[in-house]
């Protein structure tokens, strides 16, 4: 068979100028949008390197480099000659980058020019002094069109630089990053261990790194990332590759690790730290229940903050002595057996009405049962019995015998929280290996066959919402006793939302993907009203979601850390393409001990 061959450029500048052009205009739409969103004005409060670059121009300068990587990638078609990525991607970068730096000059002679700070509230002097460096409208000009356009190219000299020093480069880059802006969490890290001297080594006393810190970390974090080439991958690859005996005693210590960590590591962290760890584990435990919901069962529930709702206000009702109508004043653990009750009857009263739709119409009722309960528990006829919008106040504590849990002790108050997600991890895994996960995963493949097969998709579908009703009502316990009131504003349909944006980000169906979805959103970011460790995007952490949510759907359905079974599913025709094209006859097995590409018809 013939190779088609594509049309070379004959040099250089014989580039695709309208794509250019393309790229160029998006890269500073990008830069512009940014700058009226008030990002790098807000960020540029915090340090990275002392005196010579702050979070506010990190936010600005990675656009150029990421749309001119982007701008230079080459589509490589099957069957096609490719070309050789060289000089030709670099002008394209070069030029990308210069076009989105004209774009952020036309808007320095805007702000100069004309106020319009009306429709506009970001349209500021300090966004003119930000974008200006302080040194006037000719050195803003001219230093953003030269700085983006260098940028530009060097996002697009990573398809041409060796594949060592890219790597190496961006380890280091992402690195020094990381460091400097988890000051706080490496500080409060190093209290715990004793090892202050090295943070007064790396941090400025206004924050930040060092000039010559930030230098000397980065070569040694290059000497490693250099020496440890290709480890990572390789441990990586032989464990996946384990079969049997082998993979389950990986799967131990691997598990056993992770446990002493999350048990050992927060004995030496401060009240911050804790705070933020206990935070991570409800909205876990919350996605833990909406991950049996809609990644292993697929129906998308948009109102399962009402579940959570329903945990903390019988927590509430049944422990508080302010509870307004009924005050039994139980304990903690008595408590515990009624909201399982009352989870389940809400989960069966909210799935039964919605058990016969699919896809929109399930994911806008569901929607509406959020709200329902949240104004329910508002309102002024259940004001008597669940206090109103005065909500319902002194909770008391989780009473152990030899100690309370409450939330002046955020230390307790994670170990709390880890019991639960411990027992929630382990409900999910042995679910999803039963033969009612087998159930939900072919509902969620395909409801008409999964019934034509026989399996009773009404009660499946029941079963997964009572079973995601407890986990949240189980965190909401947890919340109602770690805060020490409840209150209707808790439960806003935006915390919905988050859980869901988190186990789409981390992978749903994947109880590991979940866990890694908790600690990068929540952890970092923070949750609706929670802080996470980048405080300074408190502003725009919705915005951030809303992008990153687009982001994963688009270019990474599947998470970021997948099932084997939920990436076969996204990107079937893919697998059968490679099947067919490396000669592969279907029944090849994958990690999960299921088939790939087999129709159900004989091997001949």
């Not at 990986?250 to 056993?256: D, G, H, Q």
């Not at 895994?429 to 995963?441: F, T």
């Not at 316990?477 to 009131?485: E, I, R, Y």
């Not at 959103?521 to 979601?545: A, D, H, S």
């Amino acid at each position: 068979m013939s190779t088609m061959t594509a049309t070379m450029p004959s040099s250089a500048l014989d580039q695709d100028w309208r794509r250019v052009l393309r790229w160029g205009l998006i890269c500073g739409g990008v830069l512009i949008a940014l700058c009226l969103v008030g990002m790098p004005v807000e960020l540029d409060r915090r340090e990275l390197i002392e005196r010579y670059l702050s979070l506010g121009y990190v936010s600005v300068l990675m656009i150029p480099i990421l749309i001119g990587r982007i701008a230079a990638t080459q589509v490589v078609l099957e069957g096609v000659e490719s070309r050789k990525q060289g000089l030709y991607d670099l002008v394209t970068g070069l030029a990308v980058g210069i076009l989105g730096g004209v774009s952020l000059s036309l808007l320095i002679v805007a702000l100069d020019s004309w106020d319009l700070r009306d429709p506009l509230v970001n349209w500021s002097p300090k966004l003119f002094r930000f974008l200006t460096y302080e040194n006037g409208i000719g050195f803003g000009l001219m230093a953003w069109i030269v700085t983006c356009g260098l940028l530009g190219m060097m996002g697009a000299a990573s398809h041409v630089v060796p594949a060592m020093l890219r790597r190496v480069s961006g380890i280091v880059v992402l690195s020094l990053l990381g460091i400097s802006v988890l000051e706080g969490a490496i500080e409060d890290l190093s209290e715990g261990f004793g090892l202050e001297w090295l943070t007064d080594l790396l941090y400025a006393k206004k924050g930040g790194l060092t000039l010559t810190s930030a230098i000397l970390a980065g070569a040694a974090i290059a000497f490693v990332a250099v020496l440890t080439s290709g480890r990572v991958k390789a441990l990586t690859t032989s464990y996946r590759e384990k079969e049997g005996a082998d993979r389950q005693k990986a799967s131990i210590i691997l598990f056993v690790v992770v446990a002493v960590l999350v048990i050992v590591l927060p004995i030496f962290l401060g009240k911050i730290m804790n705070e933020l760890l206990a935070n991570v584990g409800l909205f876990l435990l919350l996605a833990l229940g909406l991950n049996i919901v809609v990644g292993l069962a697929g129906l998308l529930d948009l109102g399962y903050v009402a579940f959570f709702a329903v945990g903390g206000y019988t927590t509430a009702v049944l422990t508080s002595p302010n509870s307004p109508f009924f005050a039994p004043e139980m304990h903690f653990g008595f408590a515990l057996i009624f909201v399982v009750i009352f989870a389940i009857v809400v989960g069966l009263v909210i799935g039964a009405p919605v058990i016969r739709m699919r896809g929109d119409y399930l994911a806008i009722v569901t929607l509406g049962f959020g709200e329902i309960i949240r104004l329910l528990f508002l309102s002024d006829w259940l004001g008597p019995y669940f206090g109103g919008a005065q909500g319902i106040t002194n909770i008391p504590g989780v009473d152990l015998g030899f100690a309370t849990v409450k939330g002046t002790d955020p230390r307790s108050v994670f170990y709390l929280v880890l019991f639960f997600c411990a027992i929630a991890i382990y409900v999910s895994w042995r679910l999803q290996a039963s033969r009612l996960g087998r159930s939900w995963m072919a509902i969620r493949e395909d409801e008409q066959v999964a019934e034509t097969m026989g399996i009773n998709t009404v009660n499946s579908k029941l079963m997964a919402f009572v079973v995601g009703a407890v986990m949240a009502a189980f965190s909401g316990a947890v919340l109602a006793a770690k805060v020490g009131s409840i209150f209707p504003t808790s439960f806003m349909i935006l915390i919905s939302i988050i859980i869901l944006v988190v186990v789409i980000v981390g992978g749903m169906g994947n109880i590991a993907g979940v866990m890694v979805g908790s600690f990068v959103l929540i952890g970092v970011l923070g949750g609706p009203k929670q802080p996470g460790l980048l405080q300074e995007f408190q502003n725009f952490k919705l915005l951030i979601y809303g992008m990153l949510l687009v982001f994963m759907m688009l270019k990474r359905p599947e998470g970021l850390v997948p099932s084997a079974r939920r990436s076969r599913e996204l990107h079937q025709d893919e697998f059968l393409q490679d099947a067919w094209l490396k000669g592969d006859k279907p029944g090849t097995d994958d990690d999960d001990g299921e088939t790939v590409g087999d129709d159900g018809g004989e091997e001949e």
